[in-house]
């Protein structure tokens, strides 16, 4: 980390709600937000170097509190910060799911940091899967969105990102994002096929999903 990767002035009231969050985190973790709450619904201000020298320490917390959930990414608005900052790993899913893994497009993704991302179509093929949130939780549900996205924004060092994501990284990214302009995946979810955690790691977690979702709860894969 460079610590001079940001050059906006510090602002002591965004870095003083970070060191609060810092001092108040339980073996690196601290409480995710959950829907209902304004700041999951409102844009986060973009990353200048708000949080000045706490920038590293945040993103910790941030890491650890997304790897406790578990989860496979966290934005800054899910522990309470209006900053345009998330974190993304995933870890792939476990040895016996090949079959789901392949079906979804689902790879390893290593540990990364997005600032201020925003991200486009490439293509016009779309894919729906199950998918969930951890401020909405107990839930998963269908979403349809763009296979792969152009990826823009910056690294945690400031440096500029611009790349194609295919595939399940594309919908970490394209979730993360959401989350940075007050958007939760409920808004775009297909309803029908909401599926608490226990029905869906029963019926949909694995090859069957989605379509067998679609036919058996009744809705449409392809509209
Ligand atoms: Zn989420």
């Known amino acids: 980390m460079r610590p001079d990767a940001w050059h906006g002035p510090v602002d002591a009231d965004a870095r003083a709600a970070v060191a609060r969050l810092l001092a108040g985190a339980q073996h690196g973790v601290v409480a995710i937000v959950e829907a209902g709450h304004p700041v999951l619904r409102h844009p ?12 590293p320490a945040l993103l910790d917390v941030m890491r650890a509190t997304m790897r406790a959930a578990p989860g496979v ?53 779309d894919r729906a899967f199950y998918e969930g949130c951890l401020s909405v939780p107990g839930y998963q549900g269908v979403v349809r ?45 297909e309803t029908r096929s909401l599926s608490t955690n226990e029905m869906y790691a029963r019926a949909w977690a694995g090859e069957a999903t989605p379509r067998a979702a679609a036919g058996a709860l009744g809705f449409r894969l392809d509209s």
């Open 44 to 55: 986060a201000e973009p990353y200048t170097g708000q949080v000045g020298d706490l920038l």
């Open 73 to 125: 990414g966290l934005a800054a608005p899910q522990i309470g910060l209006p900053l345009a900052i998330a974190v993304l790993e995933d870890p792939g899913l476990p040895a016996g799911m090949e079959a789901a893994a392949d079906e979804r497009e689902r790879t390893v993704l290593p540990p990364r940091v997005l600032v201020n991302p925003s991200y486009e179509r490439v293509g016009h093929e």
């Open 145 to 189: 969105r763009p296979r792969s996205v152009r990826l823009r924004g910056q690294d945690a060092d400031g440096r500029e990102l611009d790349e194609v994501l295919t595939g399940w990284p594309a919908r970490i990214v394209q979730h993360e994002t959401d989350h940075l302009a007050g958007v939760l995946y409920v808004d775009s979810v």
